[in-house]
């Protein structure tokens, strides 16, 4: 297990940052993503891009395109966005995400289809533009057999480094969404579930597991400082290497890392809790 063992002192990148206040303003009445998760995609992207990780993205379940300007947005210039719901409008959400993010019309790639259908078909579908994906946003059709062949297309195209989100993980009006998770990566062993927050999963190949716990341990600090958002750590069993964490808001005053039974102050002294 490798985890972080010295004070968070990392910042925000400022393009994330500015990106975020544009959206709030530009999309915040489309937009189905909750404040946190705004901050923790846009974070997340612009790290990518820092440490090298490129390739496409990818939303099954695009809706109005709110969560899709946001991903738009992070985009390199030779990077592309594909975007799977059967009920979109491709036209109107073209708009959208071109409006925002200034991307040029060739990295947007609409198939207005059921994803199970791409994914049967995937060969057929996808190429000659076969994505390499370092971001696969998730919300589409919520029954058991479409959140697990959802996953199925998305682990197949997912670059080194690259990042699966799943939406309404542990909403009780989608309970499929979870069983389907869980029973993906009990069938999968190579991909991980690395952190869970505000119903978002955060999957990743098993080897690259300790970066992203970084990430998501900076979470308190960071969002505490550029955001004034206050979101507590909890570390989950460590049995068989096949640990998260999960977030969640918490008050400014209280302790905002948390083991099993136990709540700290700070990340220092969960750490040395769990003997690490």
Known sequence: MSVMTTSVKSKAPARALEIVARYRSELGEITELVE??????????????????????MEIGVFRAGTAALLAACLQENERLFLIDPTQDADRNRQTIEGFSHVQPEQLTFHVLD????????????????PLL????????????????????????VTGGGLIVLDDIFNMNSACCTHAMFDYLRDQPLLHLVAMGFRKAYL??????????RFFLELPEMLGRTA???VR???????HERSYVT???????????????KRFHRLEEALAALGV
């Open 247 to 261: 977030f969640d808001t918490c008050e400014a005053q209280s302790p905002h890392y948390q083991i099993i039974g």
């Open 36 to 57: 946190p998760s705004i901050h923790v995609f846009a974070q997340l992207l612009e790290r990518q891009a820092r440490e090298g990780i490129g390739g496409d993205m």
């Open 228 to 230: 004034g958002l206050q």
């Open 233 to 239: 750590i909890c570390f989950n069993s460590w049995a």
């Open 115 to 130: 994803s199970i259908a791409v994914n049967k078909w995937r060969e057929r579908v996808l190429s000659p533009d076969v």
């Open 204 to 213: 990743c190949e098993s080897r690259h597991v300790a970066s992203y716990r």
């Open 134 to 157: 370092r971001f696969a946003h998730i919300d589409g059709e919520h029954s058991y057999d479409a959140v697990y062949s959802d996953l199925d297309l998305a682990r197949r195209y």
